[in-house]
């Protein structure tokens, strides 16, 4: 199995709905990833685990969540988003994290509409 | 600050010409280099990666890139271009210098690529 899967493939919630996305893979791969990404835009990193241990989050607000509950399953919960978080939210996974030189396999991705 | 040019937003060619993508950074060191294609409607797709040795690199789909150090550029090309290339075109960097932002990858902006039959 080479494939990282996320569910679901299209979501519309209000902005007072809590949601999840979620993904999964089975390579045996330590690292996880969230990406958003903006229309003909490049990814935009949000979280990262490794080793199911969160290792960077680059500042997201709290009002995502993210949640790592073993080696294969990453989720990222959504409550009280604004119309500005519409976009497509990539999982992706690597071997790791070390070196950097590590490829990263991306899911299909989930997109997201806030109304 | 640490980056990566696209300077072209879209690119187009005929079927069975060359293509060429164009990329530059600004990162100190010897990064990590990598291409990455996004078909519509998808995640996106690993191409090719440089980490030391040949400056030329052979990737997936007939691809291959070109490193040059003093230039700092790593190009994306491929000698017959197909239609089915059509797609968006990222080029990102992974530092290696101990900044913060070494492990992570930066991205270009994107290239579009419109191969016309």
């Known amino acids: 199995d080479t494939e990282v899967t996320q569910t679901p493939k299209h979501l519309v919630m209000g902005m007072t709905n809590k949601k999840s996305l979620k993904c999964e893979q089975h390579?045996?791969?330590?690292?996880m990833y969230w990406y958003k990404q903006k229309a003909k835009k490049p990814p935009e990193l949000m979280f990262v685990y490794s080793y199911e241990k969160l290792s960077i989050n680059e500042s997201v607000p709290s009002r995502f969540s993210p949640e790592c509950p073993n080696s294969s399953l990453l989720n990222l919960h959504l409550h009280a988003l604004q119309p500005e978080d519409s976009a497509l939210y990539l999982c992706?996974?690597?071997?790791?994290?070390?070196?950097?030189?590590?490829?990263?396999?991306f899911g299909a991705g989930s997109r997201l509409t806030v109304l | 600050a640490q980056s990566v040019a696209q300077p072209e937003d879209q690119v187009n060619v005929a079927e069975g010409n060359p293509l060429t993508v164009k990329c530059t950074y600004s990162?100190?060191?010897?990064?990590?280099l990598f291409w990455y294609v996004q078909y519509p409607n998808r995640g996106l797709q690993f191409l090719l990666k440089?980490?030391?040795?040949?400056?030329l690199v052979k990737g997936s789909y007939g691809f291959e890139a070109e490193f040059n150090k003093s230039q700092t550029s790593f190009h994306l090309k491929k000698p017959s271009a197909l239609v089915s290339d059509s797609a968006l075109y990222f080029c990102?960097?992974?530092?290696?210098?101990?900044?913060?932002?070494?492990?992570?990858?930066?991205f270009g902006q994107g290239t579009t690529l419109q191969v016309k039959p």
């Open positions: 990102a960097v992974s530092p290696r210098d101990g900044s913060s932002n070494t492990g992570k990858l930066i």
């Open positions: 990162v100190s060191g010897n990064p990590y």
């Open positions: 440089y980490i030391t040795g040949d400056n």
């Open positions: 390579m045996g791969h330590r690292a």
């Open positions: 992706a996974s690597s071997q790791d994290v070390e070196p950097g030189a590590n490829v990263l396999t």
